[in-house]
């Protein structure tokens, strides 16, 4: 089971958006990855605070995720124009949760 928790914060729901247009496909097969319990999807994870990873696509697309009990969570989503955008709303939103 995968937890998608983007929707609780309207800057990540709002920036979430703008990634999908580009790279829908892309963050499918990460989260699918995800679903599967492959813990290192897309072309590698980068540990960014907190307990939190980015892992990222070939073609530039960004899924945060952290392990809560024993299921992922989707936090957001991004590519490299919106990334740094995103990473801080994660780490201030969900990194003391």
Request: proline share 4%; aromatic share 6%; net charge positive.
């Amino acid at each position: 089971m995968l937890t998608n928790r983007i929707s609780e914060n309207p800057l990540l729901l709002r920036e979430g958006w703008k990634t999908l247009i580009s790279f829908q496909a892309e963050i499918k097969k990460i989260t699918d990855q995800l679903k599967k319990g492959n813990m290192n999807p897309g072309i590698g994870n980068k540990p960014i605070g907190r307990g939190i990873t980015e892992s990222r696509s070939y073609g530039g697309a960004r899924v945060y995720w952290r392990i809560r009990g024993d299921q992922p969570e989707i936090l957001g989503i991004s590519g490299k124009d919106n990334q740094q955008k995103v990473i801080n709303e994660i780490l201030q939103h969900f990194g003391g949760k």
